[in-house]
């Protein structure tokens, strides 16, 4: 029985399809049709079809650029992060030295002994140093100036990385949208071309390989192993 509502569906918005393969589909399809348009049949659907996959193309290009941008000021921030951890460490035994392990001026710093800082993430790194930078300029007189220094520079150096970091996250989320929007106009394109091709050409399903390269767009199988 034919189901004639999967020809309504659109048929490229599959989790099986990348974004790099819908492109190379796109863009093999569009030049076939361009070499292959009898007595200017397609040219609406050229027409048509060109801005579209060129947005999606560019879309893609600049989301790609920004996740580019952002994994590398992923990458700092966390450097960071492990450098603060390693700081922290070390000042762990010139406090411990200058006050004793059971005093209150320990415990202000290390309420949860180092495991606390050891285990810090992107996400709460900025409080913990925050709080060890205010006891090391509390402290600073019994402590020197070292600590406190290094800490306010580890602070203002993670502050403003992490503001980056966080700033190219919201400008990736924002061109991964714009690329799922390009996306969607192109898959309803393409839907609208098959179908058109389909009208001009019906009953003759071998004329599809001479429009589409369906390699880019059949899900991959697995092959099983042989014992």
């Known amino acids: ?17 990348s ?15 361009i070499a292959n348009n009898p007595g200017g049949v397609f040219t609406q659907i ?19 650029t920004h996740f580019a941008v952002q994994q590398g000021l992923t990458i700092s921030v966390k450097n960071l992060l492990q450098q603060t951890k390693e700081f922290i460490s070390k000042s762990e035994g010139s406090i411990r030295g200058t006050f004793g392990k059971k005093s209150a001026e320990y415990q202000a710093f290390f309420p949860q002994k180092m495991d606390e800082y050891w285990q810090a993430n992107l996400s ?21 100036t070292g600590i406190r220094d290094g800490a306010q520079v580890l602070l203002n150096d ?43 050409f019906p009953g003759n399903v071998d004329l599809a390989s001479n ?10 199988h697995q092959k099983k192993k042989t014992e």
Do not use: C, W
């Not at 429009?211 to 991959?220: A, E, G, N, P, T």
């Open 1 to 17: 029985m034919i189901n004639l509502e999967t020809l309504f569906e659109n048929h490229f918005d599959n989790i099986f399809i």
């Open 19 to 33: 974004d790099n393969n819908l492109q190379k589909f796109a863009g093999i399809h569009l030049q076939r049709l």
């Open 46 to 64: 050229i027409s048509d079809s060109a801005p579209t996959y060129a947005d999606f193309v560019n879309a893609i290009s600049d989301e790609d």
């Open 124 to 144: 709460n790194a900025e409080l913990l140093l925050e709080r060890f930078k205010t006891n090391a300029d509390f402290y600073s007189a019994q402590l020197g």
């Open 158 to 200: 993670f502050k403003t990385k992490r503001e980056s970091q966080l700033k190219k996250k919201r400008e990736v989320k924002d061109k991964k949208s714009k690329s799922r929007t390009a996306r969607t106009a192109l898959e309803l394109q393409l839907m609208k071309n098959l179908h058109f091709i389909a009208y001009t």
């Open 211 to 220: 429009y589409f390269d369906q390699s880019f767009i059949h899900r991959k």
